[in-house]
């Protein structure tokens, strides 16, 4: 009976939540159906004509939606390779300091980013890179002309995968810092009684002992492959980098909410959650098969 009161109050406690997941997540997936609808706003979506996978065959011979994911996954790859290596060296390098109170500050100074948002970071590396910004002056030094860094559609996707991983780099820093302190030092000791160098621990004894958290941060990064960042590249963008900076979220965007294409922008977006939810499956599944790890 005490039992059964302790998970009444849990219930009770869970109640919010659920109340919330379910008026804001489960609820408006019932507009998917817009999807396979000729859908008019003044008829509403139960009174839309229905049309099967009119749209859908639509949608796949615009050379907009290919390309749109092209963009998508090559700048989410890019993100996740670059979130996954940096934060990795970074930490191994952090880690060899001795001293606790610089190797606290330097932690907390490139842990700052992380807690801004994209629309004052946005801002930030418009007026940095602009025509006439300090990097364009510290370039105009050596002799090179200004460059419109955020217009050049070659250049787009560079600058949001580099602005991306300077501002995440030092929250996924302290994954790779936990991890390291799980190491047992005796290892190192014994390392060190056998005249290994700092470069022969660093192979055969850090390395190896994070090495189940990396293959785990990189098994659950293939649920983002469709996941670009729509906030920082909505911030970024402009029509003459659409070529190549132009991703789902921010095409979705334009189509649904600015041209009035409720039924193609549906269609895409829906696409895009059924391929993120075999991702994401798929990548729990080798997350277990791989590091044990499991969510329930």
């Known amino acids: 009976m005490k039992t059964k009161g302790f998970a009444k109050h849990y219930y009770m406690m869970m109640a919010p939540g659920l109340l919330w997941l379910v008026l804001f997540s489960i609820v408006p997936m019932f507009g998917i159906v817009i999807a396979f609808q000729d859908f008019n706003p003044g008829k509403g979506i139960l009174g839309s004509e229905f049309i099967g996978l009119e749209t859908f065959k639509y949608m796949f011979t615009l050379s907009d939606t290919l390309n749109v994911f092209y963009n998508t996954i090559i700048i989410a790859i890019m993100k996740i390779i670059g979130n996954l290596i940096v934060p990795l060296v970074f930490a191994l390098m952090l880690n060899e300091i001795r001293y606790i109170g610089l190797k606290r500050s330097i932690q ?10 994209w629309v004052i970071l946005g801002g930030v590396l418009l007026d940095i890179f602009a025509y006439q910004g300090p ?60 005249g290994a ?35 920082q590249i909505f911030n970024l963008y402009n029509p003459l980098v659409y070529s190549t900076g132009d991703i789902i979220d921010t095409w979705v965007y334009r189509a649904g909410l600015l041209n009035l294409q409720y039924e193609l922008a549906t269609a895409v977006g829906l696409l895009k959650s059924v391929a993120g939810f075999i991702l994401i499956s798929l990548s729990y599944f080798l997350a277990y098969k791989f590091t044990n790890y499991r969510i329930f």
């Not at 390291?180 to 030092?185: M, Q, R, S």
């Not at 098994?219 to 729509?230: E, I, K, T």
């Open 108 to 117: 907390t100074i490139v842990y700052l980013p992380h807690f801004l948002s």
């Open 135 to 194: 990097i364009n002056q510290l370039l105009g030094i050596f002799g090179v002309e200004p460059i419109l860094f955020f217009a050049q559609a070659d250049l787009f996707p560079f600058l949001v995968v580099g602005s991306d991983v300077w501002k995440e780099f030092g929250f996924n820093t302290i994954i790779y810092l936990a991890a390291l302190t799980g190491i047992n030092p005796a290892l190192y000791e014994a390392a060190g009684i056998d």
């Open 197 to 231: 160098s700092r470069f022969r621990m660093l192979w055969h004894v850090t390395l190896p002992g994070i090495r189940t958290t990396a293959v785990l941060l990189a098994v659950l990064s293939l649920g983002n492959v469709l996941n670009a960042g729509f906030d």
